[in-house]
């Protein structure tokens, strides 16, 4: 199916960012917006979907993008950019701070009053780096699959709130465009400590494999630095099995 772009512009006002939104496209739809982000040129290019026929999550989960319930969209960059997966959590759950109590869940799934509200997805692909982000907006209980009743929110389903998809948009790119700029002015440990104590992951006990420890710290690459009875072991995202209080 092709892609269709849509002429009248999501966001009402300009952007005035310094890296984040040098460009931004607004597509009726498109297959996914990381996959266009990755095709197109141009650092910070910012790309916008009302409705994602292929979205997809961490490991190649799918990602649900209903037309007009959500803000679909990813950001283009240039070669590597570390410590985009800090940033990006943080920036989303900035302005959510605005509407509920938002927080981040390791490793950088966002919550609205203990759901999920948001999922990130950073990818690379020859020398470009794309990241994902997904917010649920203006869905009801009855727009998420019943197995994701328990787990999954929106902005107006947790809170009440009827929230304007083009000012949820420059508000989170106005956000994350601070951080983007802090990183690469070279902040990138300060970032990360922001990103750790968000997560709130030290300290709390992990079960994965065959194995029970205690979170002792988060490297650099987003990993758990577990210690065992058999010393610090390094742990994935896909090894967690559980995540509870210490």
């Not at 750790?196 to 065959?210: I, L, M, P, Q």
């Amino acid at each position: 199916m092709p892609e269709i772009v849509r002429k009248p512009p999501l966001l009402a006002t300009p952007l005035h960012t310094l890296i984040v939104g040098s460009r931004v496209l607004v597509y009726e739809e498109v297959t996914s917006t990381n996959d266009r982000a990755l095709q197109l040129r141009g650092h910070g290019i910012v790309v916008v979907a009302d409705r994602q026929t292929a979205g997809r999550g961490r490991h190649g989960r799918s990602w649900a993008s209903a037309p007009g319930l959500g803000l679909w969209f990813s950001i283009g960059f240039d070669g590597p950019c570390e410590g985009l997966a800090f940033a990006a959590p943080l920036s989303v759950r900035d302005v959510l701070n605005t509407y509920g109590y938002a927080a981040v869940k390791w490793p950088n799934d966002v919550l609205l009053n203990g759901k999920k509200v948001c999922g990130i997805l950073l990818e690379s692909r020859r020398n470009r780096t794309a990241l994902g982000i997904g917010i649920n907006v203006h869905h009801q209980a009855a727009d998420f699959p019943e197995e994701l009743h328990a787990k999954a929110t929106s902005i107006e389903l947790a809170t009440g709130h009827c929230v304007d998809r083009g000012t949820l948009l420059r508000d989170v790119l106005t956000s994350l465009d601070a951080r983007v700029v802090s990183l690469r002015d070279g902040r990138l440990d300060a970032i990360h400590a922001e990103w750790s104590d968000a997560c709130g992951a030290v300290g709390r006990r992990v079960r994965y494999r065959d194995r029970v420890g205690t979170v002792r710290a988060l490297d650099r690459d987003g990993a758990l630095l577990v210690e065992t009875d058999r010393g610090i072991e390094r742990v994935l995202l896909g090894e967690i099995v559980e995540l509870n209080g210490a």
